[in-house]
C-alpha cells in the first residue's frame, strides 16, 4: 500500500511540475510578446541602433533596425517599407542624388597593366545595401540590380568629412581602399546627407520585433524575466528623478 502511494503521490507531482513548467513558458512568451509595443514604439535611452537595408533577390528591399542598450537588452525589428518612400524599390542611386562623381583608379591598356584616375559615375550604380548607425553610414554600389557586376564601397565617418572608397572590379579581387579628394568630398558629403535621411526615415515603419534577447539569451527563454524589468527600472529610475 505504501508503495502503490509513493507511486501515485510521484506520478501526480511530475504531471503538477510539467503542467506548471508548460504554463511557465508561456508566460515567458508573454512577456516577450508585451514588451514589443514598447520597444516599437520608444527610442531606449542611451540605446544604439544600427538600420540595415539590403537588396533580395533583386526586386526588393529588406530592411531592419537593430539595437541594443547599456544595461544588456537587445532586439532586432523588422521594418515594412512604404510603396510612397524612395526605397520601396531597388534604385539607382541618381534617384537619392543625381551627378555623383568620384575620380577613382581604373585598370586600363593591355592585361590592364596600366592604372589611371578617371571619373566614375556613381549615381549610374544600383544601392544593393545601406548600413546607418550613429557612429558611420556605409553603402554598396553595384552595376547589376542583384548586387553583381563592378561598383564601389562607400564608408562615412559621423562628423568627419573623410569618404572611404573602395572600387569593386568586375571580376578579381577588391581595389585597395582610399580616401576621396578634397574635390569629391563635397558631393560625397551632401550624398552621405541624404542617404540617412532616407535611412532614417524608415524608422517610423517599425512593425515587429524578430528577435529580443537579455545579455544574449532570448527573452522567452529566461529563467527570472523580473530581472530583465529590473534593469529597465534602474535605467530609467535617474532619468525620471
Sequence with gaps: MIRVETESARAAIAAETSQAERA?????????????????THTWPDAIEIIEVSAEYGMHYDAHVRACT????SWTAKIDIPTSHALARIVRLERIMEQVEVEAPEHSGWLGKGVKLRMQRLDRLHLT??????????????????????????????????????????????????EADSDDSAAL????????????????NKT??????????????????????????????PIVR
Excluded at 562607400?154 to 568586375?170: C, N, T, W
Excluded at 546627407?193 to 524608422?203: D, K, P, Y
Design 24 to 40: 511557465a513558458v508561456g508566460e515567458r512568451r508573454n512577456v516577450a510578446k508585451a514588451i514589443e509595443p514598447l520597444l516599437l
Design 129 to 178: 545595401e545601406l548600413c546607418i548607425s550613429s557612429a558611420a553610414t556605409s553603402a554598396r554600389l553595384r552595376a547589376a540590380v542583384d548586387g553583381t557586376g563592378g561598383g564601389f564601397d562607400l564608408a562615412f565617418a559621423e562628423g568627419s568629412d573623410h569618404v572611404q572608397i573602395v572600387r569593386i572590379p568586375k571580376s578579381g579581387p577588391a581595389d585597395p581602399p582610399y
Design 189 to 204: 558629403h551632401e550624398l552621405h546627407a541624404r542617404l540617412r535621411a532616407v535611412g532614417t526615415e524608415l524608422l517610423a
Design 208 to 237: 515587429s520585433v524578430v528577435a529580443a534577447s537579455l545579455d544574449d539569451v532570448l527573452l522567452a527563454e529566461l529563467p527570472t524575466p523580473r530581472a530583465m524589468v529590473e534593469r529597465m527600472i534602474m535605467n530609467l529610475a
Design 70 to 73: 547599456p544595461f544588456g537588452l
